[in-house]
């Protein structure tokens, strides 16, 4: 990935590029020596963890899997296929739709209330920082009903637990958000949003996995 780091920079600095008008608004700058080269660094470190994501899941896999039943092994591997998908649908929420609204926040904050204007020049390493924030904030968040379904079928937590929590991961959910996600309002409630509608795919989830376990209990 350091071989191509500066085209997958490119890409990640798209919607930025995008927001801003034309002339030396668009400029990228960074303020210490060595500042471009480790941020190209860290590009390559978190690229190469994305493409390999799935070889790890695998090995994973195939490390636990000698030790599973054979209902177990069948019941575990959706999961495992599952949950790069999810994060993948995550991080491609916040490229495609997030950004937007974050670089047009950000652009907002240009003018004054007395009309004057202030110039953005954004440091690289702060781009890549908000960049790779909220794609582990929302691809990790997007696990919510891979984890909750595994805890569920091992006993830990029962939908109507999920239930009567509602208010509670509701309050959880967004102070989560808030913290994680720039002072921007629409990227909070996208986050919250995105999070308590997968809670309530996760109750549905966990209701299931007990109906499905009743009818094996009882036959």
Do not use: H
């Amino acid at each position: 990935c350091l071989a191509f780091v500066e085209p997958i920079y490119s890409f990640l600095v798209q919607p930025l590029a995008s927001a801003m008008e034309s002339g030396d608004s668009q400029r990228l700058i960074y303020t210490g020596l060595t500042e471009a080269f480790f941020t190209y660094l860290k590009v390559a470190f978190f690229t190469g963890i994305f493409l390999t994501f799935p070889v790890l899941l695998i090995q994973i896999w195939k490390f636990i899997a000698p030790g599973l039943y054979k209902n177990e092994r069948g019941a575990f591997l959706p999961y495992l296929i599952l949950s790069p998908v999810l994060f993948i649908l995550g991080a491609s929420l916040v490229f495609f739709y997030v950004f937007p609204y974050v670089m047009e926040f950000a652009l907002n904050q240009q003018t004054l209330t007395d009309g004057d204007q202030v110039d953005l020049l954004t440091k690289i390493s702060d781009y890549l920082k908000l960049a790779t924030t909220l794609f582990l904030a929302f691809g990790l968040s997007f696990q919510l009903p891979v984890i909750l379904s595994l805890l569920g079928r091992a006993g830990i937590v029962s939908a109507a637990a999920l239930k009567r929590s509602r208010k509670y991961a509701l309050f959880g959910i967004s102070v989560f958000a808030a913290f994680v996600t720039p002072p921007d309002p629409i990227t909070q409630i996208v986050l919250g949003a995105a999070i308590y509608l997968l809670y309530e795919v996760s109750i549905l989830s966990v209701s299931l996995l007990e109906k499905k376990a009743e009818e094996v209990a009882k036959a």
